[in-house]
């Protein structure tokens, strides 16, 4: 082991240490109870890998020789509350003194290689427990009350190294878990750790695997991996081995794209480079909706690629081709309505900036943009200056002074006309009693109506907005 190794390793430790300290109130006296009952207690998988980081949060995971019913017996007249929601996966919830516990069963779960769920089998040791899970930085465990630290297969030293290994050989670990090849990519983006080249290799060869794992797992995981701190590292992985072609295969499609505002690179590495910019650009933490839609802004060029007379590449109507893409992926991959909207929206939205030339935009125009973003306009300022990539410096000064302008724009009309609320200057009642109408798709029409003169002209005096109803009245055939 190098110096840097095992300064690393020594740090890590004294982490683990602090971390143990922090949390023992709570867990050596849970372990406490489960001697008393003859029964062992580890503190494992993510709970000592997080210690070892010092990120240990509230969260503790620990794995026993306890059945789930024996393990809700010792629970009982101890926790402040219990749940029983993973009892069929051996697991049992609980809280105490503001921590988390949940409590599994020594395990030996397996595919059988055609189904989607994992067939769940008890282990009867400890050893049984730790060979099974993903990677060696999870396959560590701290007895409690004891304290003693178990590290069979050198996860304390892979965590000095930032490697992701498996405990075994990879083919196994990802033949009982397919999804275990996502994780990988996963714990690549969270923790910036390289994947051992015997891993990234099990991951190409097992891609088609992951078929058998829900979309809502995939899911989960991947956005997991896109929130990290690092999901360049975790997104190429996905592409390099294959993976993502199982349930994303638009991004690697992009490899295939030429993009017109940089010629030097295709629109996958463009693309990344936007989801960078966009993370470079968030103010509290991670924004899943922009970072997807940073993904995903451009997935419609492929489909729309042109070869002009001039040999130029052009990407017509790109932003309307992706935004229907986006929502047909999102809605297979399990997204919940809000964030398929949400993201699609933006994508469609994403290139109406380049319509504004140098500020040759309308206050009209300037209102609707701001009213077809409504509240993901913070997120559409981000994704339109991230998808600036250009590296020619006047290009991008000139683009991003020009957004300057517009944001100038936008709150100067906002602060005189409340543009977050851009409502018609009569609602339904009002427009119901004026033309005599009862409710139906009358009242709609003319609510529409109001509502694009608010937009083309701004804030209407009461008897203006009138008059205007009025002549769209008559001119309907609605009145004399």
């Known amino acids: 082991m190098s110096e840097n190794d095992h300064r690393a390793l020594t740090a890590a430790q004294q982490r683990g240490v602090a971390e143990l ?3 023992s109130p709570v867990a050596d006296e849970l372990g406490k109870r489960f001697a008393a009952a003859g029964h062992e ?37 101890w926790a402040e509350a219990i749940w029983e929601t993973g009892r069929e996966f051996g697991t049992i919830g609980a809280t105490k003194h503001g921590f988390r516990v949940e409590i599994t069963t020594y395990r030996a779960e397996a595919y059988d290689g055609l189904s989607r769920n994992p067939v769940v089998q008890y282990g009867t040791s400890l050893a049984d427990d730790l060979v099974r899970r993903d990677f060696t930085i999870n396959a560590m465990a701290v007895s409690l009350p004891g304290h003693e630290f178990t590290d069979l297969f050198d996860g304390l030293g892979d965590l000095a190294r930032k490697v992701i290994r498996t405990p075994g050989a ?5 033949g009982d878990d397919p999804l275990r090849m996502l994780r990988a990519a996963r714990f690549a983006a969270q923790l910036e750790f390289a994947v051992a080249p015997e891993v990234r290799q099990a991951m190409t060869d097992m891609a088609a695997d992951l078929d058998r794992i829900t979309a809502e797992r995939i899911r989960d995981e991947f956005n997991k991996l896109l929130c ?27 490899r295939m794209s030429i993009d017109e505002h940089a010629q030097h690179k295709d629109v996958y590495e463009h693309t990344l480079t936007v989801v960078s910019n966009a993370v470079s650009l968030e103010e509290n933490g991670a ?4 970072r997807l839609a940073a993904l995903l802004h451009d997935i419609g060029k492929p489909e729309t690629k ?55 935009w309308t206050d009209s125009a300037v209102r609707r943009y701001v009213t077809d973003a409504g509240e993901l306009l913070p997120q559409l300022h981000k994704l339109v200056r991230s998808d600036c990539t250009t590296r020619n410096k006047r290009k991008a000064a000139a683009l991003s002074s020009t957004y300057d302008m517009l ?12 543009l977050a609320r851009v409502r018609p200057d009569l609602d339904g009642n009002a427009i119901m009693e004026l033309l005599g109408l009862p409710p139906g798709p009358l009242v709609g029409q003319a609510w529409r109506f109001l509502k694009e003169l608010r937009l083309e002209r701004g804030p209407l005096e009461h008897d203006d907005a009138v008059a205007a109803l009025r002549d769209w009245a008559r001119e309907q055939g609605l009145t004399s």
Request: proline share 4%; aromatic share 6%; charged share 30%.
């Open 21 to 23: 300290l922090r949390i």
């Open 41 to 77: 207690l580890h503190l494992v998988g993510g709970s000592v890998r997080d210690a070892l980081l010092g990120r240990l949060g509230d969260d503790l995971d620990f794995a026993t020789d306890a059945h789930p019913e024996q393990t809700l017996d010792l629970l009982k007249n």
């Open 170 to 174: 990879p083919q196994d670990s990802f």
């Open 228 to 254: 990290g701190a690092d999901p360049l590292a975790g997104l190429r992985l996905l592409v390099d081995s294959g993976l993502a072609e199982r349930f994303l295969p638009e991004l690697p499609d992009l």
């Open 287 to 290: 924004d899943l909706v922009l």
């Open 306 to 360: 042109a070869i002009e007379g001039d040999g130029r590449v052009s990407f017509h109507h790109h932003e309307v081709v992706g935004a229907r893409m986006t929502r047909a992926r999102l809605k297979a991959m399990k997204y919940p309505k809000d964030v398929i909207n949400a993201v699609n929206q933006l994508v469609f939205l994403h290139l109406r900036f380049y319509g504004y030339g140098r500020g040759e």
């Open 407 to 418: 944001e100038e724009r936008i709150a100067r009309i906002a602060a005189a006309e409340d």
